[in-house]
T-cell receptor, first 109, second 117 residues
Framework: GQNIDQPTEMTATEGAIVQINCTYQTSGFNGLFWYQQHAGEAPTFLSYNVLDGLEEKGRFSSFLSRSKGYSYLLLKELQMKDSASYLC??????????WGAGTKLIIKP | GAVVSQHPSWVICKSGTSVKIECRSLDFQATTMFWYRQFPKQSLMLMAT?????????EQGVEKDKFLINHASLTLSTLTVTSAHPEDSSFYIC?????????????FGPGTRLTVL
């Protein structure tokens, strides 16, 4: 079956750095997305990786290793507004999006 | 970026009534739209994939006669929850695939919160 694993919840301190991991086993791979979802709102796009390596976008970076079925989202200089759920999703061979359950990130002052 | 709208944003209805939710892609054409449901503190659950001009493809366990999907144009898909019951209360989110984007990205609507009394 297809499966995406990410931690349920993480806590970090304002101004610090946090890394949210995602591992996947899917039938084929056509890219991995990270989305941010604030409570009561729809997800918003953060990043897309299809090749191995690190993609940096401001305070957020996303890493992919296809051979390991592994990705992480790195958030730097954490701000209170970064408190949200972070969803990992993978395009399988049919471009069907397979979703992880999300990681709830709690930022403390 | 591409914009997807949903209407209504929230709706409260009585048990047994039907509710229609609209999903529109405002500045791009979407041959494929997706309908998700999300219960509190849970992840997105794909309900169905809607292709313009053809029947929707429903995920296992989703009743197609209860959740009617119509994708009549390249910018509009509708989800009708028929004979709604309290257990249908949820956050319904649509997304649209922009085939013109570099990686078939899905853009999400703001969601519709349905409460069935």
């Amino acid at each position: 079956g297809q499966n995406i694993d990410q931690p349920t919840e993480m806590t970090a301190t304002e101004g610090a750095i946090v890394q949210i991991n995602c591992t996947y086993q899917t039938s084929g791979f056509n890219g991995l997305f990270w989305y941010q979802q604030h409570a009561g709102e729809a997800p918003t796009f953060l990043s897309y990786n299809v090749l191995d390596g690190l993609e940096e976008k401001g305070r957020f970076s996303s890493f992919l290793s296809r051979s390991k079925g592994y990705s992480y989202l790195l958030l730097k200089e954490l701000q209170m507004k970064d408190s949200a759920s972070y969803l990992c999703a993978v395009f399988d061979s049919n471009y069907q999006l397979i979703w992880g359950a999300g990681t709830k990130l709690i930022i403390k002052p | 970026g591409a914009v997807v709208s949903q209407h209504p944003s929230w709706v409260i209805c009585k048990s047994g009534t039907s509710v229609k939710i609209e999903c529109r892609s405002l500045d791009f054409q979407a041959t494929t739209m997706f309908w998700y449901r999300q219960f509190p503190k849970q992840s997105l659950m794909l309900m169905a994939t809607s292709n313009e001009g053809s029947k929707a493809t429903y995920e296992q366990g989703v009743e197609k006669d209860k959740f009617l999907i119509n994708h009549a144009s390249l910018t509009l898909s509708t989800l009708t929850v028929t004979s709604a019951h309290p257990e249908d209360s949820s956050f319904y989110i649509c997304s649209a695939r922009d085939v013109g984007s570099s990686y078939n990205e899905q853009f999400f609507g703001p969601g519709t919160r349905l409460t069935v009394l």
